[in-house]
């Protein structure tokens, strides 16, 4: 069969993607990622083919310079649990909100151009991450089976589930709803018409241990997925090689805080100065401009690059990061205990459910000091549950079915689901498809 991915131009949605793209193309389908064109690069590293789609959206550009921070800090927050934020009101507006200064901003840029490309090459699956709304869109209007690849806790579901259910209990006449508007609209300027497996997937793709997952929506078909550490292009240092002397404990800020942020929002100097003093070796993983910027670091500071994650776990008695779910899969697929720095959206509730399975804990970015930084690390180096709590967590991740053995399903996912006016390529191989 023919399997497009697609995502918005975000290089860390982009990645924990690929290890399924891998083993939908060893087992002989053809497989596309779509994506604006600025990815295009990443993309073509991976192995995979890329499609540019589209023009470039102007997201992070808008975030960095100020003119989204307010809804980002201040704004509708999805992973809100507060009862009183929860009304039915709150959530109409918030979704009014959020579809046009985010939603909106990242989509509209390829819906039409991602359409034009899968109405020529027919695929029969669309798989897309939960905010690249032209995914489904595409799919309905191609006649493809579509799902949705969930990089974190589906905050999405649980949400869009509230709002139906306050929604139904509203007058007729009272019962806007914001997403469906903008989708239904861009749907039927298609061709099409709006349902909701528009907003949540025919069914959906989890690499979320199941411990870590927030309660299961109803209606929402989950296809378990055991995450596969993937960084993208990397080269394993020599100094890797040389077992640790001492200790060592990684310190990764993530890979997005300079398009989001414009800079790290803990205070990276304050807190490695707070570590000197440990007999230990902390690796900090940092590009080089944000590097040249830090200054002299201490003696017992590697500052490594982005060395791959998934080569410098094994070596590691403890993890240090912002919460970004890339990063703290990678470190529980090696077992690595984590102190879980989180600012918003996923990160604290993700950071909270970890600290929860005692493999880690947390300290909210903006309390961050470098004192309590170095307080909560010594007790992940010195008591032994933390990392036989990651130990448990890595074990449940490992018993998950791997990619390869995944296709199978999403192979009768989709026979079951695209529509069945359109020929259907579930045999064909590679070398009998033509390929654009």
């Known amino acids: ?9 975000d290089v860390s949605h982009l990645l924990g993607m690929v290890p399924l793209g891998w083993a939908l193309r060893t087992a002989g389908h053809e497989v596309r990622v779509a994506s604006q064109p600025s990815l295009t690069d990443a993309v073509a590293a991976t192995g995979l083919t890329a499609v540019p789609v589209g023009t470039d959206h102007r997201f992070f550009e808008t975030l960095a310079a100020g003119g989204g921070q307010e809804h980002a800090e201040e704004g509708f927050d999805l992973t809100e649990e507060r009862p009183e934020r929860l009304t039915w009101e709150a959530m109409r507006d918030g979704y009014a909100e959020i579809v046009p200064w985010w939603w909106s901003m990242v ?8 359409t034009s490309f899968c109405r020529w090459w027919r695929p029969d699956l669309v798989i897309w991450e939960p905010i690249t709304f032209a995914g489904p869109l595409a799919a309905r209007a191609s006649g493809a089976a579509h799902a949705r690849f969930l990089w974190s806790l589906d905050f999405f579901a649980r949400m869009r589930a509230r709002f139906l259910r306050l929604t139904a209990e509203r007058p007729s006449g009272e019962r806007q709803d914001p997403l469906a508007l903008w989708l239904g609209a861009r749907a039927r300027r298609l061709g099409v018409d709006f349902s909701e497996d528009l907003t949540l997937g025919q069914f959906t793709i989890d690499h979320t241990p199941g411990s870590l997952r927030l309660e299961p929506v109803a209606g929402v078909r989950s296809v378990p997925v055991r995450y596969v550490p993937y960084n993208g292009r990397a080269v394993v240092p020599g100094w890797l090689r040389d077992p640790p002397e001492r200790p060592r404990v990684c310190v990764s800020l993530g890979i997005s805080a ?3 942020y414009g800079g790290y929002v803990v205070p990276v100097r304050e807190v490695l100065d707070s570590l000197a003093d440990l007999d230990a070796e902390i690796v900090l993983t940092m590009g080089e401009e944000q590097a040249a910027r830090l200054g002299p670091v201490p003696a017992n500071t590697r500052v490594a ?10 070596a590691c008695t403890a993890m240090i990061n912002h919460g970004g779910p890339g990063t703290v899969f990678t470190g529980l697929a ?3 205990p984590q102190l879980v720095l989180p600012n918003q959206f996923d990160a604290p509730a993700l950071a909270r459910n970890l600290a929860a399975r005692q493999a880690g804990l947390t300290l909210p970015a903006a309390e961050v000091t470098g004192s309590r930084v170095r307080d909560l690390l010594v007790r992940l180096l010195r008591e032994p549950a933390f990392r036989d709590g990651a130990g448990e967590l890595r074990r449940e991740m490992l018993a998950m079915p791997a990619p390869n053995e995944v296709v199978p399903v999403l192979e009768e996912l989709t026979e079951r689901h695209r529509d069945g006016d359109q020929p259907s390529r579930m045999r064909t191989t590679a070398h009998d498809a033509v390929t654009p």
Do not use: C, F, Q
Not at 305 to 314: F, I, N
């Open 334 to 336: 090696h077992g690595v």
């Open 1 to 9: 069969m023919r399997v497009l991915i697609t995502t918005y131009s």
């Open 258 to 260: 300079d398009e989001w």
């Open 305 to 314: 690059g982005y060395v791959p994650l998934h080569a410098l776990m094994p």
């Open 107 to 114: 989509n509209k840029t390829m819906i039409d151009d991602l």
